[in-house]
Nanobody
Framework: VQLQASGGGLVQPGGSLRLSCAAS????????MGWYRQASGKQRELVAS??????TYYVDAVKGRFTISRENAKTVYLQMNNLKPEDKAVYSC???????????????WGQGTQVTVSS
């Protein structure tokens, strides 16, 4: 299983970025996909997630600014609007999935993508 993430970069405060994450490989079902971030010197935190049923979660700091969505069962996006300097972090995609019928749920991670918000 591989998660291919993309979309980070440098943006000015108030700007927007969209992160993408596509899962591939031996995947039977995906329970949920989400985005975590880790800022320098801080612990990793869950930013947003979406379940197979469409339920979403957002950390309070991004509510109203970020939107997570799924294009299909294996691709998830994070639209980030009105970015703030405190959003600067390495963002990583995560998927909680089963690789085959009857297998246990496992977590998979994509490579991190840097988001920098600076004027």
């Amino acid at each position: 299983v591989q998660l291919q993430a993309s979309g980070g970069g440098l943006v000015q405060p108030g700007g927007s970025l969209r992160l993408s994450c596509a899962a591939s490989g031996n995947i039977f079902s995906i329970l949920a996909m989400g985005w975590y971030r880790q800022a320098s010197g801080k612990q990793r935190e869950l930013v947003a997630s979406v379940s197979s049923g469409g339920s979403t979660y957002y950390v309070d700091a991004v509510k109203g600014r970020f939107t997570i969505s799924r294009e299909n069962a294996k691709t998830v996006y994070l639209q980030m609007n009105n970015l703030k300097p405190e959003d600067k972090a390495v963002y990583s995609c995560n998927a909680n999935l089963r690789s085959s019928v009857g297998s246990a749920l496992s977590n998979y991670w994509g490579q991190g993508t840097q988001v920098t918000v600076s004027s």
